[in-house]
């Protein structure tokens, strides 16, 4: 098995096994958001300490195995770390986690998770995200 064909594996594993998956009842924030154009749906719940820092998260949702993979990838990478972390992740931060070219088709799918956790993030905070958030 390739490196390619690995690194698929656990994306496909994150997709039929999602860790952290479901409502987290005493979430400090709650966000949904979808994509429109494909039907991918996810909603995530983060619980936050009085230091910002998150201390459990959790999702819902459902799409195809990338948006679905990505969110919970991205769902374990967040917990223990700071709203600040948070705001500073990039499109790249998501790529780098999935570890596979991900063609332009699916990049909307692979970037829902990060727009609904930074969301959260900036929610959390009484703050607003800039379009451009994204765009890094």
Request: glycine share 8%; aromatic share 6%; net charge negative.
């Amino acid at each position: 098995m390739g490196l390619g064909e690995a690194q698929f594996e656990v994306i496909l594993d994150h997709y039929r096994n999602p860790r952290n998956y479901g409502e987290l009842g005493d979430a400090s924030v709650k966000v949904k958001d979808s994509n429109p154009l494909c039907g991918d749906v996810v909603e995530v719940y983060l619980k936050i300490n009085s230091d910002g820092v998150v201390e459990k998260a959790s999702f819902r949702g459902h799409g195809c195995a990338i948006s679905q993979a990505s969110t919970s990838m991205l769902i374990e990478a967040i917990q223990g770390k700071k709203l600040d972390e948070i705001k500073a992740l990039t499109k790249q931060h998501i790529f780098d986690m999935l570890g596979i070219e991900v063609g332009p088709v699916r990049v909307k799918c692979a970037l829902l998770p990060l727009k609904a956790v930074k969301t959260a993030a900036y929610t959390y905070l009484g703050a607003k995200m800039e379009a451009e958030e994204l765009e890094e």
